[in-house]
């Protein structure tokens, strides 16, 4: 069965030191298991695809948000990480499979299952298990290679809807 970890993403305003407070992730241990299981899955033969989430560059955008901003520093993928293919693909909404494309390259490729990694867990990570979910894709959650800046109160909503999707965490 052919596997593909979707590294959801670890871009540069979520994790380097000129983020905005309310990412308070820890950098420095998310970014190592993240890139301990881009290597072994890279080196098990499993495709490695890593997800930018961008938000259009318009003024209210960046007021707004003011993060993941396209063409901006911050909206790159994380200098830390480990880039070990070619397969980077944009998303404007949380699920990843959103983009048309990522989804023919897992067709195309014969992926069979999804393992997510990444942020938010119960952001984006979420959103992607779920619309996998509603694809008939099976995913799963890499529970060592994610974090979360959410309260236990969507935390637990989270899960509750990734137990109700038949999502699990490995």
């Known amino acids: 069965m ?6 959801i993403d670890m871009q540069n305003d ?4 000129k983020r905005k407070p309310q990412f ?14 881009i290597h072994s899955y890279h080196d098990s033969g499993s495709d490695v695809i890593y997800i930018r989430h961008i938000i259009q560059n318009l003024p209210t955008n960046r007021l707004l948000f003011g993060y993941s901003i396209a063409g901006t520093e911050g909206a790159e993928l994380y200098s830390g990480l480990d880039i070990v293919s070619e397969y980077c693909f944009d998303k404007l909404v949380g699920d990843a499979l959103s983009n048309k494309k990522l989804r023919e390259l897992i067709a195309r490729n014969g992926c069979e299952e999804l393992h997510l990694c990444g942020l938010d867990e119960f952001g984006c990570v979420t959103s992607t298990a779920l619309g996998a979910a509603k694809r008939g894709i099976k995913a799963f959650i890499v529970r060592s290679g994610i974090a979360t800046v959410f309260p236990e109160k969507k935390q637990a909503k989270g899960r509750a809807k990734l137990e109700k999707a038949g999502v699990r965490y490995i």
């Open 14 to 17: 979520y994790l380097y030191d």
């Open 2 to 7: 052919k596997t593909a970890l979707i590294v």
């Open 24 to 37: 308070a992730y820890n950098t420095a241990e998310l970014v190592t298991a993240v890139n301990s299981l």
